[in-house]
């Protein structure tokens, strides 16, 4: 090798160390790159914490209601008061706040059983995963066994991948339960 194709060749390589010395060198901005790179986590982390928090204030809220309002079952006013579905569903929407359109979305299945044995819930999913509307409402007499069911599709506001989402269009289901033997009521 001749003297100056080392002497073209080192200055070429003193040129890129140059260049990137440099670039080590000056701090300005790493700051910023550094919360480019941490930001997208972070924001993430609280948009899902936010919405995980939603879901269990909302599904608390709706089985305190539902809680509530089976009562009026379980000790015979809905019965001889002769409440409809529509007057039962808007006693357990007084209870919830306004967190969600209860009247809109709420679904009901209320059931009545000779025994606790005997209770047998069907799936509130049909076969594609989306929630059935075939729900009946059956308060039963004094002394009948009765689940009281209710059920609100809840929108995320992020679909993370293996996050909240219970159902097929990512949203979650939310469930709330009330089983008991009414008390005897009437004649």
Same mark, same amino acid.
């Given at each position: 090798?001749t003297?100056?194709e080392?002497?073209t060749r080192?200055? @070429?390589q003193?040129?890129k160390?140059?260049?990137?010395?440099?670039?080590?060198a000056d701090?300005?901005?790493?700051? @910023?790159? %550094?919360?480019?790179?941490v930001a997208?986590p /972070?924001?993430a982390?609280?948009?899902?914490?936010?919405?995980v928090?939603l879901?269990? &204030?909302?599904? /608390?809220?709706? %089985?305190n209601?539902?809680?509530?309002?089976s009562?009026?079952?379980r000790?015979g006013?809905?019965q001889?008061?002769?409440?409809s579905?529509?007057q &039962?569903k808007?006693?357990i929407c007084?209870?919830v706040?306004g967190?969600?359109?209860?009247?809109?979305?709420?679904k009901?299945d209320v059931m009545?059983f000779d025994? &606790?044995?005997g209770?047998n819930l069907p799936?509130?999913?049909?076969?594609?995963g %989306?929630?059935?509307?075939d729900?009946?409402f059956?308060p039963?007499a004094s002394?009948?066994?009765?689940?009281?069911?209710?059920?609100?599709e809840?929108?995320?506001i992020?679909? /993370?991948p293996?996050?909240?989402?219970n159902m097929?269009?990512?949203?979650?289901l939310?469930v709330a339960?009330?089983?008991?033997?009414n %008390?005897?009521f009437?004649d």
């Amino acid at each position: 090798m001749t003297k100056p194709e080392a002497s073209t060749r080192n200055g @070429a390589q003193g040129a890129k160390r140059g260049i990137l010395h440099r670039f080590r060198a000056d701090p300005s901005g790493v700051t @910023a790159i %550094e919360f480019g790179i941490v930001a997208a986590p /972070f924001f993430a982390l609280m948009v899902a914490l936010i919405e995980v928090s939603l879901v269990f &204030f909302a599904n /608390f809220t709706l %089985e305190n209601a539902v809680d509530k309002a089976s009562r009026m079952i379980r000790t015979g006013q809905a019965q001889t008061q002769g409440f409809s579905e529509a007057q &039962f569903k808007q006693s357990i929407c007084d209870g919830v706040t306004g967190v969600y359109d209860c009247m809109a979305g709420l679904k009901l299945d209320v059931m009545r059983f000779d025994n &606790f044995t005997g209770v047998n819930l069907p799936d509130p999913l049909d076969g594609n995963g %989306e929630l059935r509307t075939d729900f009946g409402f059956d308060p039963g007499a004094s002394g009948d066994v009765v689940v009281v069911r209710a059920f609100y599709e809840w929108e995320l506001i992020a679909n /993370f991948p293996g996050g909240l989402g219970n159902m097929p269009g990512g949203g979650r289901l939310l469930v709330a339960t009330a089983a008991f033997r009414n %008390e005897p009521f009437g004649d």
